[in-house]
């Protein structure tokens, strides 16, 4: 699911070399954590929140075919 994830995102931001995203293991839920260039974040997130509920959706259907529950969470990058 992280792969998916990644592919997608490095095809909406301008610098795909700094997109990365970890999984997050909890009892119920998976969590994607996606981090990429600050510059980028607005593109991921698009107007009014469009692009990342998008992708929210999609990761969703993918997981209730694992009966999974499956959320999708920009973080911003270490700068140390």
């Known amino acids: ?3 998916v994830v990644i ?3 490095k095809r909406l931001v301008d610098n795909p070399d700094d997109v990365d ?3 997050v293991e909890g009892e119920q839920t998976t ?3 996606i981090t990429t260039n600050p510059e980028d974040i607005g593109k991921v997130i698009g107007k009014k929140g469009r692009t990342i509920k998008a992708l929210r959706t999609i990761v969703n259907a993918a997981a ?3 009966d999974k529950r499956v ?3 920009i973080v911003e990058p270490d700068r140390s």
Do not use: L, S
């Open 71 to 73: 959320t999708v969470e």
């Open 21 to 23: 995203a970890k999984e």
């Open 1 to 3: 699911m992280k792969d």
């Open 31 to 33: 969590i994607i954590e």
């Open 7 to 9: 592919e997608i995102v």
């Open 64 to 66: 209730v075919k694992d």
